[in-house]
């Protein structure tokens, strides 16, 4: 079956970093994305990777291991406005969606 | 401004009743989907279309409905035979199903059926 694992819940410091690790196991693959979503609130795309390494994008950027079934988010420079879940979703071979649970980050003062 | 707009924002219906939530792009998206998200969960696929006046069954499309008679509008029927229809809906676009571009998301509708 397909399946996405990331953690519940993840709590940080304000100023520090942190990183979401999210696996997949897809029929087919055809890239990794990444969304941030505020409580009650729509998701909004923060990066996707199809090639195997790091993107870069400000604070944020997203590692893919395509061989491992693995990526990352970090998150640099924690503000308060980065409390919010990050949602982790693969498209497999169908240019499905298919969609993790959801990581609530807490960001501390 | 381009974007997806879903009203209303809350919707609250007694149970029996039939609902429809609206979905209106003005993206020039071809692709459009409806997604349920409940607490602890990802979020689900219900119905999707490609084009005008196709679309596809998703993931759990049992006790929905969807029509696409333009481009711009993918509205959703959550029927009496939906057996737990309370749940926050969101629906979202894109430029051709499938591909590296991301879907856009409208600021979704939370129903509640009591």
């Known amino acids: 079956g397909q399946n996405i694992d990331q953690p519940t819940e993840m709590t940080a410091t304000e100023g520090a970093i942190v990183q979401i690790n999210c696996t997949y196991q897809?029929?087919?693959?055809?890239?990794l994305f990444w969304y941030q979503q505020h409580a009650g609130e729509a998701p909004t795309f923060l990066s996707y990777n199809v090639l195997d390494g790091l993107e870069e994008k400000g604070r944020f950027s997203s590692f893919l291991s395509r061989s491992k079934g693995y990526s990352y988010l970090l998150l640099k420079e924690l503000q308060m406005k980065d409390s919010a879940s990050y949602l982790c979703?693969?498209?497999?071979?169908?240019?499905?969606?298919?969609w993790g649970a959801g990581t609530k980050l807490i960001i501390k003062p | 401004d381009g974007g997806i707009t879903q009203s209303p924002k809350y919707l609250f219906r007694k149970e029996g009743q039939n609902v429809t939530l609206s979905c209106e792009q003005n993206?020039?998206?071809?692709?459009m989907y409806w997604y349920r998200q409940d607490p602890g969960q990802g979020l689900r696929l219900i119905y999707y279309?490609?084009?005008?006046?196709?679309?596809q069954k998703g993931d759990i499309a049992e006790g929905y409905s969807v029509s696409r008679e333009k481009k711009e509008s993918f509205p959703l029927t959550v029927t009496s035979a939906q057996k737990n229809p309370t749940a926050f809906y969101l629906c979202?676009?894109?430029?051709?199903?499938?591909?590296?571009?991301?879907?856009?998301f409208g600021p979704g509708t939370r129903l509640t059926v009591t």
């Open positions: 979703a693969a498209m497999d071979s169908n240019y499905q969606l298919i």
């Open positions: 979202a676009s894109s430029p051709p199903a499938g591909g590296s571009d991301e879907q856009y």
């Open positions: 993206l020039n998206h071809d692709a």
């Open positions: 897809t029929s087919g693959f055809n890239g």
């Open positions: 279309s490609q084009i005008v006046n196709d679309f």
